[in-house]
Nanobody, 125 residues
Framework: VQLQASGGGLVQAGGSLRLSCPAPGGPFSRYTVGWFRQAPEKEREFVAAIKWNGGSTRCADSVKGRFTISRDNAKKTVSLQMNSLKPEDTAVYYC???????????????????WGQGTQVTVSS
């Protein structure tokens, strides 16, 4: 599974961005796909994830109500719509896919087998 995160950029606080994660190779529809982010000198943290069938999603408390994750298995793409962005959302955002992700480990980066290159999101105040 090859992942290619895109859509990052510079935006003012209160603005919106939409990140995309196409996965052109492999049985993408069988994987849970998650978004993580990492700010300078901080650990990588969970943002949101969506199960293989798109019926179950999970978002971090810090982004709940502002970020929405969705997937299109036919197009092999997972998207992260980010609204009401805050300066503290500034980070490199990564998409990841895991075959063995379950409810108890969905927040853990180690549960994901494949990672895309990051895309920078910068929110100015």
């Amino acid at each position: 599974v090859q992942l290619q995160a895109s859509g990052g950029g510079l935006v003012q606080a209160g603005g919106s961005l939409r990140l995309s994660c196409p996965a052109p190779g492999g049985p993408f529809s069988r994987y849970t796909v998650g978004w993580f982010r990492q700010a300078p000198e901080k650990e990588r943290e969970f943002v949101a994830a969506i199960k293989w069938n798109g019926g179950s999603t999970r978002c971090a408390d810090s982004v709940k109500g502002r970020f929405t994750i969705s997937r299109d298995n036919a197009k092999k793409t997972v998207s992260l719509q980010m609204n009401s962005l805050k300066p503290e959302d500034t980070a490199v955002y990564y998409c990841a896919a895991g075959h063995g992700v379950i409810t108890s480990n969905i927040l853990a980066p180690s549960a994901y087998d494949y990672w895309g290159q990051g895309t920078q999101v910068t929110v100015s105040s």
